[in-house]
């Protein structure tokens, strides 16, 4: 219980993460399958202080080995911890669009692709037969510029074609980050790395 947080830990914000232009989207970005969050009217909107505190490893690992990455989807936000505790990061990113599509509990990182394809599922396509069977890498594709696969199957932490999805629920299951904030965690995150999503 008396245990300390390293001092040396760097906290990542990112101000005005969550507002994208339409300027910011990729040129022929792929639709996206589903119904993005609706925004809020400015004069209901409330700041989502929620995503930005930092969060204690020991609250949800047992040990930082092979490091660590924590799935908030109340708060919308993915913390990572690097194996020597030296390292912590907090990046907005967008979650699953219902409770239907979330998983929940502990998995780890099985796989990581650089400049990924993306195939979408047998149950995305029946739900929308207009998807293409595949999307090579490029400025259309879903998982942006790197995905990690994990242990659950179709289950990913990735970049994204289109940055008015972080921030909201948006996804088919995945956990969304922008393409600069993926391509960082991406180098420190290795195979076994251990994830938890609440």
Known sequence: ?????????????????????????????????????AEAPIATVRRNIQSFRSVRWQEH??????????????????????EDGETYRCYPC????????????????????PAPTW?????MRRRDPTLPAIVHPGPDNPLGTRAMNLGWTYYRIHGIDNPAKIGRR????????????????YEWVRIGTQVVVI
């Open 1 to 37: 219980m008396a245990s300390h947080d390293p001092i040396r830990r760097k906290l990542l914000l990112t101000g005005g993460a969550f507002v994208a232009t339409a300027a910011a989207l990729p040129a022929g970005a792929q639709p996206f399958t589903g119904e993005i969050e």
């Open 61 to 82: 690992f047992s040990t930082l080995r092979n490091g660590a990455m924590l799935a908030d989807v109340s708060s919308r936000a993915l913390h990572f911890w690097s």
């Open 170 to 185: 948006a996804s088919n299951g995945c956990f969304g980050l922008f393409n600069h904030h993926v391509e960082e965690v």
């Open 119 to 123: 195939i979408p599922t047998p149950n």
């Open 94 to 113: 967008s979650v699953p669009m219902t409770e239907e599509f979330t998983r929940r509990g502990r998995t780890s990182v099985v796989e990581k692709r």
